[in-house]
T-cell receptor, first 113, second 114 residues
Framework: DGGITQSPKYLFRKEGQNVTLSCEQN?????MYWYRQDPGQGLRLIYY???????QKGDIAEGYSVSREKKESFPLTVTSAQKNPTAFYLC????????????FGEGSRLTVL | QQQVKQSPQSLIVQKGGIPIINCAYE??????FPWYQQFPGKGPALLIA?????SEKKEGRFTISFNKSAKQFSLHIMDSQPGDSATYFC?????????????FGQGTILTVHP
């Protein structure tokens, strides 16, 4: 089945450690996105990529990094510079160039101990 | 100017009631307005969407009403069911100007009691 696969679903990390969240899609979509979700704050855009080898900072990019070496993959690294990394992270891809119809993965919940 | 403001933050209705969720925007470049539904522990899924040249769109029990002059749009859920209990997000998109960015509202947690 086509879709977005995020892993791991749950992740615990100690303060000061970097962690990488995986996002893979087999929908053949060009655009991919990373959002962060916190209670009462909706979905905030971290990074997005329109094509391979190109990506743009979103509204809250500080403390995060991404790469887009393949069309299917858009991993997100949460670095030790991110001051409050505990959150639910959502990856998405977009089908059409002229609509905002995003297809989301099931998310990764990161907890910093 | 890129904000989308959503209200209420939470909403409780009885089964069969008609919950209404409202959103407002400022940027007139927005040209696509989707609503997403999210169940706990899952990613959001597209529910229904509208373009500003249409004042109303209905899909099943879900209806979007759009007021272009007021820059407001709302989601109505007819004959609500306990299975509709979820978080709902409105969003706005301007494909030509924002390089593909979708701006989300803050979300509404809907609870439908049996």
């Amino acid at each position: 089945d086509g879709g977005i696969t995020q892993s791991p679903k749950y992740l615990f990390r100690k303060e000061g450690q970097n962690v990488t969240l995986s996002c893979e899609q087999n929908l053949n979509h060009d655009a991919m996105y990373w959002y962060r979700q916190d209670p009462g704050q909706g979905l905030r855009l971290i990074y997005y990529s329109q094509i391979v080898n190109d990506f743009q900072k979103g509204d809250i990019a500080e403390g995060y990094s991404v790469s887009r070496e393949k069309k299917e993959s858009f991993p997100l690294t949460v670095t030790s510079a991110q001051k409050n990394p505990t959150a639910f992270y959502l990856c998405a891809s977009r089908r059409d160039a002229d609509t905002g119809e995003l297809f989301f993965g099931e998310g990764s919940r990161l907890t910093v101990l | 100017q890129q904000q989308v403001k959503q209200s209420p933050q939470s909403l409780i209705v009885q089964k069969g009631g008609i919950p209404i969720i409202n959103c407002a925007y400022e940027n007139t470049a927005f040209d696509y307005f989707p609503w997403y539904q999210q169940f706990p522990g899952k990613g959001p899924a597209l529910l229904i969407a509208i373009r500003p040249d249409v004042s109303e769109k209905k899909e099943g029990r879900f209806t979007i009403s759009f007021n272009k002059s007021a820059k407001q749009f709302s989601l109505h859920i007819m004959d609500s069911q306990p299975g509709d209990s979820a978080t709902y997000f409105c969003a706005a998109f301007a494909g030509g100007t924002s390089y593909g960015k979708l701006t989300f509202g803050q979300g509404t947690i809907l609870t439908v009691h049996p």
